[in-house]
């Protein structure tokens, strides 16, 4: 279940964050959380996995009918791709009118996404 950020979730927001390669420094994720923040455009989702445990988030920037994936991001005992399909599914159920389109670092997860839902598997 995708959850919208909120300022109590920052602890666990910046532990997501710090798991990717590129913002291994905190001052980094800080950075990257300040970015969302500063246009009401940019949103953060957090997402809970079946167990009910923070297990991902994803970094969002709607432009008019697509909404671009800046950012995928699931802890390590949960990056699968039946993972990434629901988070994407959640998010897609969130935004209908919405094309979700991945980013550079998010392009492979989201075009078999879209690939998966294309032949019903």
Excluded at 74 to 85: E, G, I, K, V
Aim: proline letters at 2%.
């Amino acid at each position: 279940m995708l959850y919208q950020y909120r300022k109590d979730y920052e602890k666990i927001t910046m532990g997501l964050f710090s798991l990717v390669s590129d913002l291994q420094d905190m001052r980094l994720v800080t950075q990257e959380m300040d970015w969302y923040a500063d246009k009401e455009e940019r949103l953060i989702y957090l997402w809970k996995d079946a167990h009910d445990n923070w297990a991902g988030l994803v970094g969002i920037e709607i432009h008019a009918d697509q909404l671009l994936i800046h950012r995928l991001v699931l802890a390590p005992q949960s990056r699968t791709q039946q993972n990434y399909d629901q988070l994407l599914d959640e998010l897609q159920s969130l935004y209908p009118k919405n094309r979700i389109i991945g980013g550079f670092d998010t392009k492979q997860i989201c075009t078999k996404w879209e690939q998966s839902k294309n032949h019903g598997s």
